[in-house]
């Protein structure tokens, strides 16, 4: 996995003014199976004002659950921390720091190691990190073969409520809705004409 950020220095003020509209990114290149992905997602914190991966913080908040009533902390760690960590692992964030309330008020803190602590957890509550990268990676593999190499058209891919597969539907060029569309024109426009240069660029350097 390698990453970059958006901005040379993380906020590290302690100025309780700050813009809810203001956010710091991670660009993350992993390979997953077969599969490079390229995506960005938010970083909440980090360690010390640190630049580094490893010292990345995820920050959550949640309603506080008795460890000791067994339903309801079941059904915290198998749904709502076991999508904490895949949030997290997708951008490779080693830590989370989760407070508890009730009423409003902050009860504790608990911190929650993602590459080591999470997964094992996860087994006791019959939950695989395991299988869930596996299906990630067989599902971009399926896609990859029903699109190909199609950059024109749009395939729409979705799973509804407690169905067990995953339906696409097809629409030619110029009949999909454009707030389906997050690969526009514009962008693959410029991504055509920056591999050209880098081409042409190549090519003077061997001549």
Same mark, same amino acid.
């Given at each position: 996995m390698t990453? %970059?950020?958006t901005?040379?220095e993380?906020?590290?003020?302690?100025?309780p003014?700050?813009?809810?509209?203001? %956010?710091y990114y991670?660009?993350?290149?992993?390979?997953l199976g077969d599969? *490079? /992905?390229l !995506? *960005?997602? =938010?970083?909440d914190?980090?360690?010390?004002g $640190?630049k580094s991966q *490893?010292d !990345?913080?995820?920050?959550?908040?949640? =309603? &506080?659950?008795?460890?000791?009533?067994?339903?309801? &902390?079941?059904k915290?760690?198998?749904?709502?921390?076991?999508k904490?960590?895949?949030? *997290?692992? @997708? /951008?490779?964030?080693?830590?989370?720091k989760?407070? $508890?309330?009730?009423?409003?008020?902050?009860? &504790?803190v608990e #911190?929650y190691?993602?590459i080591s602590e @999470?997964?094992?957890m996860?087994?006791e &509550?019959?939950? $695989? #990190?395991?299988?869930?990268?596996?299906?990630?990676?067989k599902?971009l #593999?399926?896609?990859?073969?029903?699109?190909?190499?199609d950059d +024109?058209?749009?395939y729409?891919?979705?799973?509804?409520?407690?169905a067990k =597969?995953?339906?696409?539907r097809?629409?030619?060029e110029?009949?999909?809705d454009? $707030?389906?569309i997050?690969?526009h024109?514009? !962008?693959?426009?410029?991504i %055509?004409e920056?591999s +050209?240069?880098a081409r042409?660029e190549?090519?003077? @350097?061997i001549?």
């Open positions: 990453t %970059a950020i901005d040379q993380p906020d590290t003020s302690s100025n003014d700050f813009t809810k509209s203001e %956010a991670s660009v993350v290149n992993i390979k599969h *490079s /992905l !995506y *960005s997602g =938010e970083v914190c980090c360690l010390n $640190s *490893s !990345y913080v995820e920050l959550k908040t949640n =309603e &506080y659950v008795n460890k000791n009533d067994k339903g309801k &902390y079941d915290f760690v198998r749904n709502k921390l076991f904490w960590w895949v949030q *997290s692992y @997708l /951008l490779g964030v080693p830590i989370i989760a407070g $508890s309330h009730d009423d409003g008020i902050l009860k &504790y #911190t190691d993602t @999470l997964p094992e996860f087994n &509550y019959n939950r $695989s #990190t395991k299988a869930c990268v596996d299906f990630c990676d599902f #593999t399926s896609v990859k073969s029903v699109i190909g190499k +024109k058209n749009v729409i891919f979705q799973r509804k409520r407690d =597969e995953i339906t696409y097809f629409e030619e110029g009949t999909t454009q $707030s389906e997050f690969v024109d514009e !962008y693959k426009q410029e %055509a920056t +050209k240069k042409t190549s090519v003077c @350097l001549l």
